[in-house]
């Protein structure tokens, strides 16, 4: 059998209630009853607690037949002596019939009776689905494997502190935790080791930094640290609701945090140079201790951090959501499958569980006389569709797996009574296939595309060192060197070559965007708001580097330091758009490079930029990465025309 298990402690005031609280919305989501303590309920076949139950169906398992099928037991103690109250309530599903099957869920393979039904990345967890209606004896698929979920817990005399214990049996390797552990964490604030249970992704300022490190060094922690970094390019909203759909498999076993642009700074000033966080990026810290009952965890440094740890990279966190989600989830469940139960937790189980087995069913109930007995007949406007409604595979069988699962959901659900036949369920599993092969195609067009362009700007960077001297701009006498009244340049060509006086602040891109605004007829105009913008970044290296200054351009721009220069607020813009962030051909100009001690991958998405001009079709910008936290630098990756959006699309 397969096992989920999920241990934490919790010390809140009123935990009975809130247990019993999430037992009962858990039930109620599933369409049960939550039985009373010292009652096994059958549930039979799939069908509901008994006759005349919620759906109106008989139950062949109820009193008076088999228990062949399903069931709900619940049992509570209470010691006088030591006024300690410990419970149990399992929940048995004997396969695809249980309830809450057909849909992925408690019938598809590796879920479990208590998980919300979702097969594929969708709605974060918590969000009920009304159970489907039964299906006829014929129509029913075969069963994918019996799942039982039980939930035991301990409180002690105070009704503050305890303990509680979520684990999910099945014949399938799960697929995601059950659903009453995250609920359960969430209402009792569990505790893993010293560190509170995190329900999504937070987001973490600066005054929550010195408390995220001293949980990664947590010696009692059983269960990985997810920590994503960002600056003031990012959109820290929408970045923690895309860790959240991350994490939403394994709530209850990880840690996730999402730290804002400050924060970041604030983190990368105290940890070790290989565990500094760029924006973007995403580290997993395993457990450093033993824990409570386990295994040794990683080894740790002088300091009390991990020595090693796992990194994710800006480009999958937002284009792999499916894959890293799966991966999030099974280095989640590694760990909690590492967690020994204390002793006095571990028998308490065993004997709470013995006690769930003996229970006794509920008293037969008999129809009033003169009242016939209710017919197997679902309620009015519950789907059943006909045995020869469901799609087939070529060989006549029912199509198995998460696709074949997923497909025939959704054709069930679009159909309804009508038939599909063989070829045109084939017909779509090739559609599937070639989309798959073509996505995969063009992400390994679109690497490159951006591996050949980075070379290509490598070249033109050595060609100019090589001639001694940047190349002169096209277009009559405006390449050479001539400055303003102000003693900015007037051409992107004199720019270039007075670029190494702001040692602050380092170019990266390619020049040659540039060096073709000089063909403009406003140049000049655009060279000298550019340098300006140049100057006003390089002050604000200068002010984060003797702590002067406050963190962000946008913040230092708009309260800049007495002495340094600024640039008009309003022409600056600290994050692109959601949709310019979110669509892959606006994304990916922006996409910029910048050495590989600030990012592995050599490149991080410049949403920050300055406006040079408006209006026409030239509009330039500067686009830049605050790496101040880091090496203490401004990386500037981009300076030309407007880069594509969806106005200029």
Request: a neutral charge; glycine letters at 14%.
């Amino acid at each position: 059998m397969h096992q989920c298990p999920i241990f934490f402690r919790f010390d809140t005031s009123g935990a009975l209630q809130a247990i019993d609280g999430a037992v009962a919305a858990w039930f109620g989501d599933l369409g049960l009853t939550v039985p009373e303590p010292g009652i096994r309920l059958p549930l039979g076949g799939g069908t509901r607690n008994e006759p005349g139950g919620p759906d109106g169906v008989d139950d062949p398992g109820g009193p008076g037949g088999p228990d062949t099928g399903g069931y709900a037991a619940r049992v509570a103690r209470f010691d006088r002596g030591s006024g300690r109250r410990t419970g149990c309530v399992v929940l048995h599903s004997p396969g695809a019939d249980s309830p809450g099957a057909g849909s992925p869920g408690a019938g598809s393979p590796g879920a479990d009776a208590g998980a919300v039904p979702r097969a594929v990345p969708g709605p974060r967890p918590g969000a009920a689905k009304p159970a489907p209606a039964p299906r006829p004896a014929a129509a029913r698929e075969p069963s994918s494997g019996a799942h039982t979920t039980l939930v035991a817990y301990g409180i002690d005399q105070s009704g503050a502190r305890g303990w509680v214990f979520v684990c999910g049996e099945g014949e399938r390797p799960p697929m995601r935790t059950p659903r009453p552990a995250a609920a359960l964490a969430s209402a009792l604030r569990g505790l893993d080791g010293s560190t509170p249970l995190t329900v999504g992704a937070p987001i973490a300022q600066v005054p929550a930094v010195p408390g995220l490190l001293e949980a990664i060094r947590d010696p009692g922690r059983t269960r990985p640290f997810l920590v994503v970094g960002t600056d003031h390019g990012f959109p820290v909203r929408r970045l923690s609701d895309l860790v959240s759909s991350l994490v939403s498999d394994a709530e209850g076993l990880i840690h996730s945090h999402v730290l804002d642009a400050p924060a970041t700074a604030r983190f990368n000033e105290a940890v070790p140079g290989p565990m500094r966080i760029g924006a973007g990026l995403g580290r997993v810290f395993p457990p450093v201790g033993s824990g409570t009952g386990r295994a040794p965890g990683a080894e740790a440094d002088g300091d009390g951090f991990p020595r090693r740890h796992t990194v994710i990279g800006a480009d999958r966190l937002v284009s792999d959501e499916y894959g890293l989600r799966r991966e999030l989830w099974h280095l989640a469940l590694r760990s909690a499958r590492d967690v020994a139960l204390p002793p006095g937790v571990g028998q308490a189980v065993t004997e709470l569980r013995a006690l769930a087995d003996d229970c006794r069913p509920p008293a037969p109930t008999t129809p009033p006389p003169g009242q016939p007995r209710p017919s197997a007949v679902p309620k009015p406007g519950a789907h059943m569709p006909h045995a020869d409604a469901l799609p087939r595979t070529r060989g006549g069988g029912v199509p198995r797996g998460p696709l074949g699962t997923l497909l025939g959901d959704i054709l069930e659900d679009v159909l309804g009574e009508r038939t599909i036949d063989t070829d045109t369920l084939e017909n779509l599993r090739v559609v599937a296939r070639r989309g798959n092969r073509r996505t995969r195609e063009h992400r390994r067009d679109r690497d490159e595309i951006r591996r050949l362009r980075h070379e290509l700007a490598a070249a033109r960077r050595t060609i100019d060192e090589l001639r001694g001297a940047r190349p002169p701009a096209a277009g009559g006498d405006r390449g050479h060197t001539t400055t303003t009244d102000d003693g900015a340049p007037s051409t992107f060509a004199e720019l270039w070559q007075r670029l190494d006086t702001l040692p602050r602040v380092r170019f990266t891109g390619d020049p040659q965007p540039a060096l073709r605004l000089d063909r403009q007829s406003n140049s000049r105009g655009y060279a000298r708001k550019a340098w300006k913008a140049l100057l006003a970044l390089s002050d604000y290296a200068e002010s984060r580097a003797t702590g002067t200054g406050p963190p962000g351009v946008h913040n230092y721009l708009g309260n800049t330091p007495e002495g340094c220069r600024g640039f008009s607020l309003h022409e600056h813009a600290a994050v692109e758009s959601d949709t310019t962030t979110r669509a892959a051909h606006f994304r990916e100009p922006r996409v910029l490079p910048v050495p590989e001690t600030v990012h592995p991958d050599g490149e991080v998405f410049m949403g920050g930029h300055f406006r040079l001009g408006t209006g026409g079709t030239v509009s330039p910008r500067l686009h830049y990465h605050d790496d101040t936290g880091g090496s203490g630098i401004v990386y500037v990756g981009y300076i030309g025309p407007h880069l594509p959006n969806q106005s200029s699309n």
